[in-house]
């Protein structure tokens, strides 16, 4: 079975630009997760999906971070602007359903300068 | 909140040592607990994951984790470690009630030398 998907695998961008990346769930899987993680950290969830409606985004640093998940399947990850502290690897995941063990992306791997 | 600790930040061990990392997690109720490796250049991957049950669990490539509630740990073990072990590993904790998600600990960067 396909794994997750996700792009770009690298960005660079300066503070106060914006960035999207985008991922692409294995096919069927109800939940999706957008993760940060900042090197020498393990990851912390910034949002999840439940379908296409949002069950948790507690941690989403909602001035400048927003996401989405378009009919339920791809989603979407902006920040804008972009700040210093904002470099980090974003891992995409995604699980049968909220209990279900959760399979992660390559990640995004995002320099803001 | 739940939070997670990893006791050891890099771990060097020679092949065929004994592997034990620690985990502890801050949470008052029912959890599941979960052990996640990254190898060099690779995505997450789950080793393995305890739910409910017999809290000794194996997972794959001989790793295994027990989960002991008094002390609030889920410490992973492997007998006999290979170079090809050498990755990032990250014990994650879930509570099972509605609300709480997925918290991962800081990760143990174990390196095994040939």
């Known amino acids: 079975e396909a794994g997750v998907a996700q792009s770009p695998r690298y960005k660079i961008i300066e503070k106060r630009q914006s960035v999207a990346f985008w991922c692409n769930p294995i096919s069927g899987h109800a939940t999706l997760y957008w993760y940060q993680q900042i090197l020498g950290q393990g990851p912390k969830l910034l949002i999840q999906?439940?379908?296409?409606?949002?069950?948790?985004d507690s941690q989403l640093p909602k001035d400048r971070f927003s996401a989405e998940r378009l009919k339920g399947v791809d989603s979407t990850l902006k920040i804008q602007p972009a700040k210093l502290e904002d470099s980090a690897v974003y891992l995409c995941?995604?699980?049968?359903?909220?209990?279900?063990?959760?399979?992660f992306g390559p990640g995004t791997r995002l320099t803001v300068t | 909140a739940q939070s997670v600790s990893q006791h050891n930040h890099h771990v060097i061990l020679s092949e065929a040592a004994s592997l034990e990392l620690g985990c502890n997690y801050s949470?008052?109720?029912?959890?599941?607990l979960f052990w996640y490796v990254q190898y060099p250049g690779q995505h997450l991957q789950l080793l393995l994951k305890?739910?409910?049950?017999?809290?000794l669990v194996k997972g794959i490539k001989g790793f295994e984790a027990e989960f002991i509630k008094s002390k609030f740990s889920f410490n992973l073990r492997k007998p006999s470690v290979q170079w090809s072990d050498t990755a990032e590993y990250f014990c994650a904790v879930k509570g099972d009630n509605y609300g709480q998600n997925f918290v991962f600990g800081p990760g143990t960067r174990l390196s095994v030398l040939p």
């Open positions: 305890y739910f409910s049950g017999d809290p």
């Open positions: 995941a995604s699980s049968l359903d909220t209990s279900y063990e959760q399979y």
């Open positions: 949470y008052g109720g029912t959890v599941n």
């Open positions: 999906f439940q379908n296409n409606g949002v069950v948790d």
